[in-house]
């Protein structure tokens, strides 16, 4: 190994360890409580250091919010995949969303509601964005209905999970009837 190739190694191994920090930081205290000096404490290098690689929070926001968006898009094709017929496969989109907002409310929150310098629906807009939006897609292109562009009914029903998730955790929805809400949410707005 070239000492160029050891020094990107090294460099992209930096870089990991402030995202995975400031995520696992934000998830246990918030994100207030990410800043560049306790990322700089935690991950034992100098401020300097950690400015090499992002310029402030609002970039490291946004790289957890891209990360995070790799994982959704994952998580959700995984659930569809295992999923037999349109409503089965349109429930379990939801429930692995609303299970993902759940399980990792940081980085939801980075992904949606932090300004992590991102661009949506945007030519610029980068590829774990798209990535994470076509997945939605992918399994909603089938019960958008006739005459209904998929890309337009997956905004619908994406804003409607993202309400939904967001409602909820904020103890503005009773968690009791998230399953009635999910199922209500398919059958109402799904052509199946």
Known sequence: MSLQERKERERAGRERLIVTTARELAEQQGWDAVTTRRLAERIEYSQP????????????????????AAELAASL?????????AR?????????????????????????QLDGGLAFAREDTPEPLKDAFAALMECLEE??????????FTEVFWAALHGLATLTREGRLPAGDAEARTELLVDRLAVL
């Open 77 to 85: 094709r995984a659930a569809v995949s295992v999923a037999d017929g």
């Open 88 to 112: 089965a496969r349109v429930i379990a989109l939801a429930r692995a969303y609303l299970g993902f907002a759940v399980s990792n409310p940081a980085v939801y929150d980075a992904m949606f």
């Open 49 to 68: 250091v950690l400015y090499s690689h992002f310029r402030g929070k609002r970039e490291i926001i946004g790289a957890v919010a891209l990360e995070g």
């Open 143 to 152: 019960v958008a209905g006739d005459g209904v562009h998929p890309g337009l």
